[in-house]
């Protein structure tokens, strides 16, 4: 059973363009919604987190969107660049299940120069 | 400091052996995962360490996945008689402890099985 659902697969965006990637989650126990980013042949690393009692973060040009009556979040990507090129995983942590993260399937990213 | 750091880098071998993978968490850190990331498939969820209690395996896939953290620190995971179907990217991460919610991960383990 998926539980964090994302989209799109893929997204190209030209530099300096927004790029929008989506995630809906069912688990309505999930406390924890974090984004990571991750390059070729490298690790995952947190990028943005939130929490469900704020609607939205921004860190820099990341921004998290968060809708808990509908069950989504969405990261945004202000003036993307081609360094931002990798990719990106939404995930989700239960209140109950300390260590699990349950993560989306990913999208690539590339952002054409 | 040093990162999460994972051995071997690339493992390759024949569908019916038993392989070992290692995972050195950041010094430190009490809680320790382990996950699975199967090409064009988001990360998977295998088992999780914290400290002395017993560990989360609920995300092991079969009787042939186990894992052991020795010590508090070097965690070993192994998969017996693998199977094609397991060849995919091992990921480790550690974090500073229960509930900290940001896990650091290593470089993975690229695992073929022939």
């Known amino acids: 059973q998926q539980q964090v659902k994302q989209s799109p697969q893929s997204l190209i965006v030209q530099k300096g363009g927004i790029s929008i990637i989506n995630c809906a989650y069912e688990?309505?126990?999930?406390?924890?919604f974090p984004w990571y980013q991750q390059f070729p042949g490298k690790g995952p690393a947190l990028l943005i987190a939130?929490?469900?009692?704020?609607s939205e973060k921004k860190e820099g040009r990341f921004t998290i969107s968060f809708n808990k009556s509908a069950k989504q979040f969405s990261l945004h990507i202000m003036d993307s660049q081609p360094g931002d090129s990798a990719t990106y995983f939404c995930?989700?942590?239960?209140?109950?299940?300390?260590?699990?993260?349950?993560f989306g399937q990913g999208t690539i990213l590339t952002v054409h120069p | 400091g040093a990162g999460v750091s994972q051995s071997p880098s690339n493992k390759v071998t024949e569908k019916g052996k038993d392989v070992e993978l290692r995972c050195d968490p950041i010094?430190?850190?009490?809680?320790l995962y382990w996950y699975r990331q199967s090409l064009g498939q988001g990360l998977e969820f295998l088992i999780y360490?914290?400290?002395?209690?017993?560990?989360?395996k609920s995300g092991l896939p079969s009787d042939r996945f186990s894992a052991e953290r020795t010590g508090g620190s070097v965690s070993t995971l192994t998969i017996q008689r693998t199977q094609q179907e397991d060849s995919a990217v091992y990921l480790c991460?550690?974090?500073?402890?229960?509930?900290?919610?940001?896990?650091?991960f290593g470089p993975g383990t690229r695992l073929t099985v022939l």
């Open positions: 360490f914290q400290g002395n209690s017993a560990p989360d």
């Open positions: 688990n309505t126990a999930f406390d924890y």
């Open positions: 995930a989700a942590r239960g209140t109950t299940s300390y260590g699990k993260l349950t």
């Open positions: 991460a550690s974090s500073p402890g229960q509930g900290e919610t940001e896990q650091f």
């Open positions: 939130i929490r469900p009692d704020v």
């Open positions: 010094s430190g850190h009490t809680a």
